[in-house]
Nanobody
Framework: QVQLVESGGGLVQAGGSLRLSCAAS????????MGWFRQAPGKEREFVVA????????YYADSVKGRFTISRDNAKNTVYLQMNNVKPEDTAVYYC????????????????WGQGTLVTVSS
């Protein structure tokens, strides 16, 4: 059974920091591109960031560039999203996703999805 399980969401004040984790099982984690997406209330699901299987390449959405950082630990089958200087506009359910290929920014390009973790940023 293939599973992606997010954790680390919660309530944080604007300007604060939060770290999300996504633990993978049932797949050869090190061979997958991993991405983070988010869906805010009343909004469409949007791309946040992705990282290649080697960790050598990343791609960030303009809205989070300079504030969020993605990393992965293949030995632990885990990908992380470090969120710094968060804004109320960052409030959303955050999903991790896996893709057996190169970096893509469309949600349709990802094969596996976690259940999501809620991040709420207060002003």
């Amino acid at each position: 059974q293939v599973q992606l399980v997010e954790s680390g969401g919660g309530l944080v004040q604007a300007g604060g920091s939060l770290r999300l984790s996504c633990a993978a099982s049932g797949l050869t984690f090190s061979r997958y591109t991993m991405g983070w997406f988010r869906q805010a209330p009343g909004k469409e699901r949007e791309f946040v960031v992705a990282i290649t299987w080697s960790g050598g390449s990343t791609y960030y959405a303009d809205s989070v560039k300079g504030r969020f950082t993605i990393s992965r630990d293949n030995a632990k089958n885990t990908v992380y999203l470090q969120m710094n200087n968060v804004k109320p506009e960052d409030t959303a359910v955050y999903y991790c996703a896996a893709r057996s290929g190169r970096i893509a920014t469309s949600h349709s390009g990802y094969e596996l999805w976690g259940q999501g973790t809620l991040v709420t940023v207060s002003s």
